[in-house]
């Protein structure tokens, strides 16, 4: 089995790469190779199956090249970020919508079917919502970011009805905590509260304490990318998308959760600057989900936001 991650060089790529290369393999099939594609290096540990390739998704031969007869399996995560796409509104159609149609083509013209899964946001949801998001729940997106993944998750379905690809799109709830360094996202200040404080170095936070967010560990996002990768396809019947579930919490509750694990000082490092360009964002989002078909398909949540945060704190800071 060969499998490409786009964006394999990003938070959730590289932690999904590591993880399939530990595993050895899926789909009930040994991985052969795994391409992890991107126009950052990727900080993977070298292995004869690993192979770096960098470029620039929004290159229809560079995807030609990368995507061949021997690809199975796809994850596509290469985007720009939320915040990113909303400021830089060209840079955005070109990587989030037109070089996923691009990817899609290519699958067409390979003729071979590869599962792909893609990475979608909870971002298509907005307006006027009702107080609980189902899953038949109308898309009406509000930024340029939620059109972008709305766009692709109806291609997704339409080149896997049509037998291109057997595709599957997952809605990612926020992913909290991220390691590393802040980005671009409107919601980098959900892990960024978390993680500065941890480490001696003071965070800001542009929303209010009330503000809540429907999240999700990144060790429930990997395990939900690898899941929807497993699923048959007869699973899916005639709808290849779906809202993970998630954790509602608010910015206060994740406050009051880092104080009891790691003390008063800690959380005094949070410094409270509102935003309203973030708030707007991030206020715009939506919170309640009753994730029904997620839960039936297999897919999971976390318990709690103790247990995200004390996750962090094992796979991520020094021991
Ligand atoms: N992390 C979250 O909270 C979250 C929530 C919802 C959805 N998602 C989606 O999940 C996916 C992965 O998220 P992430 O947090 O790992 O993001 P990330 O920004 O860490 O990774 C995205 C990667 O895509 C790469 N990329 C961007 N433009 C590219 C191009 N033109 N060619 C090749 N590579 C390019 C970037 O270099 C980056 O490494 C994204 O599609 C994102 O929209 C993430």
Known sequence: MQIVITGGAGFLGQQLARMLLGRGQIMGRSIQKLFVFDTNPAQLAADPRLELVRGDITDPQTVRTL???ETGLIFHLAAVVSGEAEQNFELGMQVNLLATLN???RCRELG????LVFASSVAVFGGDLPPVIEDGTALNPQSSYGTQKAVGELLVNDYSRKNFIDGRALRLPTIVVRPGKPNKAASTFASSIIREPLQGQTAVCPVAPATRMWIQSP???IENLLHAAELPPD?????RVVALPGLAVSIQEMVDSLQEIAGEKVIRRILWQPDPFIEKIVGGWPVDFAPQRALALGFRADHSIAEIIQAFIEDELPK
């Open 103 to 105: 990817l899609l083509e």
């Open 235 to 239: 699973a899916w019947g005639n709808n």
């Open 219 to 221: 060790r429930r996002a």
């Open 67 to 69: 995507l061949t007869d």
């Open 112 to 115: 071979r079917q590869p599962r």
